[in-house]
């Protein structure tokens, strides 16, 4: 565990640093330039809000060039960056692949988030010295300990049980404790986040959004309830009271409270559905998949927010955009998940069923279309230099277009293309959802939130408690009220809990697609075995026809399951990252986890 051991200092923005810095030059003065103690910052309102601000950093967000999604079944990474390492479970506690990469995964890595953690702490610690109104203060506090807590609940789904750690360490303090258990560290998360929650307002002004809510308090209580109630923790394989349970917890009460705590959110009145009740299945798409691109909503309970104008803004369309856009390809969503999304009727999409194979992109859940860009898809203005090629501006991911004089041609989304090949998909489909289409990804970042907690999810999290409780009629109507908006069909009181189980974690796998949960979904639920034990797929498709771009006359077009693009593997080890060596080795009271 790395704990900062030297004298503390608080760092801080130049502009603050302008504005508090003296005049005097003397080369006495042993004041760093660039740090101010804590002394200075808590004396001073604006640096202690500053500080706490600078506390959300730790928040990280999930639009990363390489997202959690590739490390699971939801996308496979173009590019690398150590995902093949993760996804055949080959890494180890020194070589931990993309797993234990800060660039994109450390919002949940032990050695970046533990100094958030240590930020927090010091906040807590002297609040109560700063020239802050009393209320002011309560609702610093109440930031400070959801940060906390957030921090944590990141690491125990990462790591397990880990140290718990209230205190700030100095300069000659022995900072080496073991790993407390892992239901010491839920514990912990939910006492801070009740703490929180009672310290925290409701809701803010505009010139506030971003910081923690009561709703945020409470929907982090009933994410940590739920993960807390799986049954990875409760069959805990390694015996270890860090990765689980030892001696009977009683899941039933654990995910009694998981659902109550989701009720106490849909209980604020103050959060519901965007745009709940839709016209038909064209409309359904486009609320789904404009969701994703405001910049707030009463389906937002907390969200990290992009200004470009601050250089703070994020790549997504670029990072995962169509090749024949001049973007990157990034995470391309795999044939696995297109599969999973059902037919309009709520019926399964089967390959087995010629009408679903000779079209396999129609007549599919609405949100399918908001989520995933497939060849046909409608997308914006193509760049000028690719214009003449597609002036109709629609996805080309087929494999071979058959021309009338037996020449053969890609589409120009493909790594057989003519534009940046070697930035195409290999799985033949694009990531949409969460991309704004009004921005040249190109060139120019895009300002649309990362969502770290919204509506959806504390109904989907109540709907699981309620299965799991055998309280059916009550899953059924919150997962109705996602299917009404996503128009698809409700659920009825025919099916059984284990039926009504399977529906549910499909619904959850397609409404939370690309939202960091699908990853520890599938460990929780220990379905990774399966999951991992299936290839990555992409689509073929072949046509006879004349032209890309007029498809009305294509003939003999087929889709075609494949090829593999990644070949997968599972250890039962994978269910948690490994301690890095490198901690390890500062701190020998540290236990490492199962199977490094």
Not at 216 to 235: M, V
Not at 274 to 289: D, H, L, M
Not at 295 to 318: C, M, P, Q, W
Not at 442 to 461: G, K, S
């Amino acid at each position: 565990m790395r704990m900062r051991r030297h004298t503390r200092f608080i760092a801080v923005t130049a502009a603050a640093l302008l504005g508090a810095a003296g005049c005097d030059e003397s080369v006495l003065d042993v004041q760093p330039k660039d740090q101010l103690s804590d002394q200075a910052v808590f004396a001073d309102p604006g640096l202690a809000s500053a500080f706490l601000a600078g506390i959300y950093r730790g928040l990280g967000h999930g639009v990363y060039e390489l997202q959690l999604a590739s490390i699971g079944d939801e996308a496979y990474f173009t590019h690398g960056r150590g995902t093949d390492e993760v996804n055949r479970s080959i890494i180890t506690a020194s070589s931990q692949g993309a797993l234990g990469d800060n660039r994109y995964f450390r919002h949940y890595l032990w050695a970046t988030v533990y100094p958030r953690i240590r930020e927090a702490n010091i906040f807590l610690e002297n609040v109560d010295k700063t020239s802050f109104p009393e209320a002011t203060k309560s609702r610093m506090k109440g930031e400070a300990l959801f940060l906390r807590a957030n921090f944590y609940h990141n690491l125990l789904r990462y790591y397990g049980g880990v140290p718990l750690i209230t205190q700030v360490y100095g300069l000659g303090e022995d900072y080496k404790v073991p790993r407390n258990s892992f239901k010491e560290t839920v514990d912990f998360i939910i006492k801070d986040a009740d703490e929180a929650a009672k310290l925290l307002p409701a809701s803010y002004g505009a010139a506030d959004l971003g910081r923690a809510t009561r709703g945020a308090a409470l929907a982090l209580k009933a994410r940590t309830l739920l993960h807390a109630a799986s049954e990875l923790y409760h069959r805990n394989p390694s015996g270890m009271p860090e990765t689980g349970y030892t001696g009977g917890a009683d899941r039933q009460a654990l995910y009694r409270a998981a659902k109550n705590a989701a009720r106490d959110v849909m209980n604020l009145g103050i959060y519901g559905l965007f745009r709940p009740n839709p016209a038909n299945a064209a409309e359904a798409t486009k609320n789904f998949g404009d969701l994703f691109l405001q910049k707030n909503s009463e389906e937002h309970i907390l969200a990290r927010y992009f200004l470009v104008t601050r250089n703070d803004s994020t790549h997504a369309g670029r990072d995962n955009g169509p090749n024949g856009y001049h973007n990157w390809a990034g995470n391309t969503p795999t044939q696995n998940l297109v599969d999973d999304f059902r037919m309009i009727d709520g019926s399964r999409f089967s390959w087995s069923n010629p009408a679903h194979a000779a079209d396999p992109y129609e007549n599919r859940d609405p949100r399918f279309k908001a989520t995933i860009l497939h060849d046909g898809s409608p997308w914006r203005e193509r760049p000028d230099d690719v214009k003449k090629l597609d002036p109709i501006n629609m996805i080309q991911a087929f494999t071979t277009l058959r021309l009338p004089n037996g020449s053969t041609m890609a589409g120009l989304d493909t790594r057989k293309g003519p534009v940046e090949d070697w930035n195409g998909s290999y799985t033949g489909y694009y990531l949409r959802k969460g991309i704004d289409p009004t921005v040249n990804a190109q060139f120019v970042r895009q300002e649309t939130p990362w969502i770290f907690f919204r509506y959806a999810e504390i109904l989907l999290n109540y709907a699981e408690a309620s299965i799991e409780l055998g309280e059916l009629a009550d899953a059924r109507a919150v997962l109705n009220q996602i299917r009404r908006r996503a128009g698809m069909p409700e659920l009825g009181p025919e099916l059984s809990q284990a039926q009504l189980r399977e529906e549910y974690r499909n619904e959850r796998r397609v409404e939370l697609a690309f939202e960091n949960h699908r990853f520890f979904d599938i460990r929780r639920w220990m379905i990774a075995p399966q999951v991992h034990g299936t290839p990555m797929q992409g689509i073929t498709i072949t046509a006879d026809g004349a032209s890309a771009t007029d498809r009305s006359g294509w003939r003999n077009v087929r889709y075609s399951p494949g090829p593999n693009v990644q070949a997968r593997a599972w250890n039962d080890k994978m269910y948690f990252a490994p301690i890095h060596r490198d901690e390890i080795n500062r701190n020998d009271k540290l236990k490492q986890n199962p199977g490094y």
